[in-house]
Every structure is written in C-alpha cells, then in structure tokens.
C-alpha cells in the first residue's frame, strides 16, 4: 500500500533509497582462480551440475553461472566457500511461480492496469526466506520492481534499479539490537528482507502466517510495525467502512502500531483516491494515497 510509505516517512523524517555499489569489474571467467573451498561447497549444493562458467564480483565475491531444470542461475560464494545467494531467472514465465505469489501479484494495480512482466527472478539467500522480483513496464511508464514473499505479500514496490545481477540483496549483517528485539518479540520468525535506510533500518518478516513490516530508527529504536492484513478485516472495522462508504470495496488492509502509541488500520478501498486511517474505535480519517 503505498500510503505506508508516507507512513514511515513522517515516523523517522525520511528513509532515502538504499544505494548498493556496482559491479563493473567483472572478471572474464577463464582468468577465475576458484579456490577450491567455493568448489567443494558449489559441489555439495548442485552435484548434477555439469558446465559452470565463473565471475568474480566487486566485494570479493565468487559467482557461477549454470543452467538447470531449463533456467539461468547464478549462485554467489564467498571466498572462504560460504554460499551467500542464489537468483534463478523465470524469464517472464509468471506460471512457474508459486500459487501465492501469481495471486499477489493478480491483485497489484500493474497486472489489473495490463503493465507487461518484462523478468521475473527467484532470490535465495542465506538465513533470508526465499523472494520473488517482478520487474514490470508500461509504455510512458518507469518500470517498477515488485518483490514478493512466499505468501504473496508485496513488501516493496520501487522504480527499477538497473540491478539485474540483484547485488543489493545479498544477505547484510543485521545489528544486534534488532535481532534481539526479533527474537524477543517475534520469536521463530522467518527473514524476508533487510535493509538499512538513510534514517534507520527496516525488517520483512514472516510469523505466525503473516507478512510483517518493522522500521526502527538509526539508534535501532523499534519505531513502527505493519502487519498485512489483506482483505481480513476485522467485521467491526469492515462495518464502519462499510457504514461510511457503501458499495466500496476493500482492496487491502495494514494494522499499524507505532512507537507513539498509535494503533489503527490503513486501508485501502478500490477505484477510491485515499485510503483509510480506521482507529480501532471504529473512527475514520482520510489521507492521502501515494
């Protein structure tokens, strides 16, 4: 919903766009010195892999390339042999994707709006739960990355980054302080994503079968959490909408807890240009839907 986006901005002044370094320093692979701890790692994960091409990227890292079950992938190593990340290129073969994730995205204003699957990529990351990037255009239109969990929740929607290697989403060192809050209050999550901000860091998680959003501040203060609650809205909540706005239908829906003390839901009603900020008292406000 990307009302939540102005969400997080009042609530830690401004996130600004993670900036990942490029990497154009690839090595030709016929001048790759594979040490042989990333081959007896690469060995162990894909035994039936026969013809391997490598890279060597900007950080250090070791990558091979191999086709397998038809499709392009591109595995990164450490050099010590520590598998760090796997992207599996589906083309724009929507179908391949788990049920989930075709739903999630069927009811993205892009796939209702007919914008084009130009490639799709499967990410696997050490200690992260696997995602899918969905990268659409439209004539006149900046293309856009859409990234999915398995759910089917989508948790960031940017402009295309040109990062086709997907070097931004190898698996970062998450601070301390976090982990601890993760642990202590969401005990047995499984990590989605993380991302520092210019102004903080922010959390995807999956716990208890949903999909959850935490921002914290610089100083790793936990500032807002943003649960997806998709069209299950409570029925006293969906009465007061209802009440104020009938015929219109509920298209998505957050619960939202913030460091303030503020607890509400933000929904998202079709074919409206706001969203709703519904507080659990049943009390509707009107903001601006970015």
């Given at each position: 919903?990307?009302?939540?986006?102005l969400?997080?901005?009042?609530m830690?002044?401004?996130?600004?766009?993670?900036?990942?370094?490029?990497?154009?320093?690839?090595?030709d692979?016929?001048?790759?010195?594979?040490?042989n701890?990333?081959?007896?790692?690469?060995?162990q994960?894909?035994?039936?892999?026969?013809?391997?091409?490598?890279?060597?990227?900007?950080?250090?890292?070791?990558?091979?390339?191999?086709?397998?079950?038809?499709?392009?992938y591109?595995?990164?190593?450490?050099?010590?042999?520590?598998?760090?990340?796997?992207?599996?290129?589906?083309g724009?073969?929507?179908?391949?994707?788990?049920?989930?994730?075709?739903?999630?995205?069927?009811?993205?204003?892009?796939?209702q709006?007919?914008?084009?699957?130009?490639?799709?990529?499967e990410?696997?990351?050490?200690?992260?739960?696997?995602?899918?990037?969905?990268?659409?255009?439209?004539?006149?239109?900046?293309?856009?990355?859409?990234?999915?969990?398995?759910a089917?929740t989508?948790f960031?929607?940017?402009?295309d980054?040109?990062?086709?290697?997907?070097?931004g989403?190898?698996?970062?060192?998450m601070?301390?302080e976090?982990q601890?809050?993760?642990?202590?209050n969401y005990?047995g999550?499984?990590?989605?994503?993380f991302?520092?901000?210019?102004?903080?860091?922010?959390l995807?998680i999956?716990?208890?079968?949903?999909s959850?959003?935490?921002i914290f501040?610089s100083?790793?203060?936990?500032?807002?959490?943003?649960?997806?609650?998709?069209?299950n809205v409570?029925?006293?909540?969906?009465a007061a909408?209802?009440?104020r706005?009938p015929?219109?239908?509920?298209?998505?829906?957050d619960?939202?807890?913030?460091?303030?003390?503020?607890?509400?839901?933000?929904i998202?009603?079709?074919n409206?240009d706001?969203?709703?900020?519904?507080?659990l008292?049943?009390?509707i406000?009107?903001v601006?839907?970015?």
């Amino acid at each position: 919903m990307r009302t939540l986006e102005l969400v997080k901005l009042a609530m830690i002044c401004a996130f600004g766009a993670f900036v990942t370094t490029s990497c154009s320093d690839d090595n030709d692979d016929n001048n790759v010195q594979v040490p042989n701890a990333v081959q007896t790692a690469f060995s162990q994960k894909y035994s039936d892999v026969r013809h391997v091409e490598w890279d060597v990227e900007s950080g250090g890292y070791i990558v091979a390339e191999f086709m397998k079950d038809n499709k392009e992938y591109d595995a990164w190593y450490t050099g010590d042999g520590t598998w760090m990340m796997t992207e599996i290129d589906h083309g724009r073969d929507i179908t391949s994707l788990p049920q989930a994730v075709q739903e999630g995205y069927a009811a993205t204003v892009y796939a209702q709006q007919s914008w084009t699957v130009e490639d799709i990529d499967e990410i696997q990351r050490k200690g992260y739960d696997t995602i899918y990037k969905i990268e659409v255009e439209k004539a006149g239109q900046p293309d856009h990355d859409l990234y999915f969990d398995l759910a089917g929740t989508l948790f960031r929607d940017v402009q295309d980054q040109d990062d086709d290697r997907n070097e931004g989403l190898l698996p970062g060192q998450m601070p301390a302080e976090i982990q601890a809050y993760l642990d202590a209050n969401y005990a047995g999550a499984v990590v989605v994503d993380f991302e520092k901000e210019r102004n903080g860091y922010e959390l995807d998680i999956r716990h208890g079968g949903k999909s959850i959003e935490i921002i914290f501040d610089s100083s790793y203060n936990w500032v807002m959490t943003s649960v997806d609650c998709s069209r299950n809205v409570p029925a006293d909540i969906r009465a007061a909408v209802n009440a104020r706005y009938p015929g219109k239908v509920i298209d998505d829906c957050d619960y939202i807890e913030t460091a303030a003390g503020e607890a509400y839901y933000l929904i998202d009603l079709d074919n409206y240009d706001k969203d709703l900020k519904v507080g659990l008292d049943g009390t509707i406000t009107e903001v601006i839907d970015y």
